[in-house]
Structures are given as structure tokens and as C-alpha cells.
């Protein structure tokens, strides 16, 4: 099956500094990628849909000027949150879907904590 | 709104079959899917249903009615290994995933 990877796996940062992930599918082309939040003992939340060369976009309550989202390119988007707060500590999760697919393919996930 | 709405625990025994419901109200409908979730890692495909009826693959069988709004996951022969979250998810009219709160299902020997 196809195969997204996410990189870093796990990150610790200091409140107030922003922090990058990325997203990459690594053997077929994303139109389409997906960032979701998870709490513990919580169902994934969708922050954010983004396609290949446009702006994201956000679900309701997800502030766009915190969680900055770029998919410059069909195999790589990222998520960059800034000015991290110890609440957006989470697991952060992304999936990509190909053209014309049913399914969405995850990567292994982020898990932040905002110390 | 949309809804999707599954138990939020279960506990089986290893070797016994157990049966995950999933019920739904969302607008539109465009496929529903299971994936499995182990505790820290992410969300893994194990089924597709668009059209109503049983779909089979191993130990996993997933069955939908579009009519009721229904689907159940049907795991057979259970294993440890098979202790994690079940998500049921719809995808709706603008072909976004919904998804359910997970349903957490423990093995017991």
C-alpha cells in the first residue's frame, strides 16, 4: 500500500516557539492532505484539508494563523504551529489521498509536547 | 448535524467473534470506512463499504445498510494483538470523513 511519513515523530518545545512538521507521501503523488488533532482517549479531529498549490482549508475553531499549512507540492505539505502553548500539546496526525482515490492514506503521526 | 455514533468500549475474549456497530446521520453519503487504531500510533485502513452488503477480508468482515444508516465491524478468531480503537468513519456530499468516537476493544484471555 501506499506509505506517508511524518517527520519528526516526536518533538518537545518551549512555550512561545513554533515547531514544523512535515508530511510526505513517499510513493504517490497527494493531491489532497489532511491534518488532524488527537487528545488522548479522543477521536481524531480534523484541523485542516489542504490541496496541491492552494490555500488550506480550516475547520471550524482552528485558528489559521496559528497552525500555518503549506502543500507546495504533491508529495510534501506541512504543518507549522506557532508560538506553541502547553494546550496545543497533542498528537498530531496527517493522511494524503491521490487523485480519484477512495482512501486516505496516514502517516505514523507527531506527538508534541509544549513544556 | 452530522453524527456518527459507536460504543465507546467492548471487551471480548481471545478466540471469539465480536461485532463493532456504527450508526450514522450525515448529509449525504459517499462510502464508510474502519480503521483500526493502536494506543500512540496512527489510524490503519481495514475497510471500504459504499454499497449495502457484507464485504469480507480474513478475520475482518465490515456490512453496511444505507437504509438504516448502519454498519458493524465483525472481527473473528480474536487475538491480543486485536486489543486497539475501531473508528468508523462516512464520508459525507462534500466527500469529508466524519468520524466516529472510536470504539475501544478489549481482549481478555
Known amino acids: 500500500g501506499a506509505v506517508v511519513s511524518q517527520h519528526p515523530s516526536w518533538v518537545i518545545c518551549k512555550s512561545g516557539t513554533s515547531v514544523k512538521i512535515e508530511c510526505r507521501s513517499l510513493?504517490?503523488?497527494?493531491?489532497?492532505m489532511f491534518w488532524y488533532r488527537q487528545f488522548p482517549k479522543q477521536s481524531l479531529m480534523l484541523m485542516a484539508t489542504s490541496n496541491e498549490g492552494s490555500k488550506a482549508t480550516y475547520e471550524q475553531g482552528v485558528e489559521k494563523d496559528k497552525f500555518l499549512i503549506n502543500h507546495a507540492s504533491l508529495t510534501l505539505s506541512t504543518l507549522t504551529v506557532t508560538s506553541a502553548h502547553p494546550e496545543d500539546s497533542s498528537f498530531y496526525i496527517c493522511?494524503?489521498?491521490?487523485?480519484?482515490?477512495?482512501?486516505?492514506?496516514f502517516g505514523p503521526g507527531t506527538r508534541l509536547t509544549v513544556t | 448535524g452530522q453524527n456518527i455514533d459507536q460504543p465507546t468500549e467492548m471487551t471480548a475474549t481471545e478466540g471469539a467473534i465480536v461485532q463493532i456497530n456504527c450508526t450514522y446521520q450525515t448529509s449525504g453519503f459517499n462510502g464508510l470506512f474502519w480503521y483500526q487504531q493502536h494506543a500512540g500510533e496512527a489510524p490503519t485502513f481495514l475497510s471500504y463499504n459504499v454499497l449495502d452488503g457484507l464485504e469480507e477480508k480474513g478475520r475482518f468482515s465490515s456490512f453496511l445498510s444505507r437504509s438504516k444508516g448502519y454498519s458493524y465491524l465483525l472481527l473473528k478468531e480474536l487475538q491480543m494483538k486485536d486489543s486497539a480503537s475501531y473508528l468508523c468513519?462516512?464520508?459525507?456530499?462534500?466527500?469529508?470523513?466524519?468520524w466516529g468516537a472510536g470504539t475501544k476493544l478489549i481482549i481478555k484471555p
Open positions: 510513493d504517490f503523488q497527494a493531491t489532497t
Open positions: 468513519a462516512v464520508r459525507d456530499e462534500n466527500y469529508q470523513l466524519i
Open positions: 493522511s494524503a489521498r491521490g487523485d480519484r482515490e477512495v482512501e486516505q492514506y
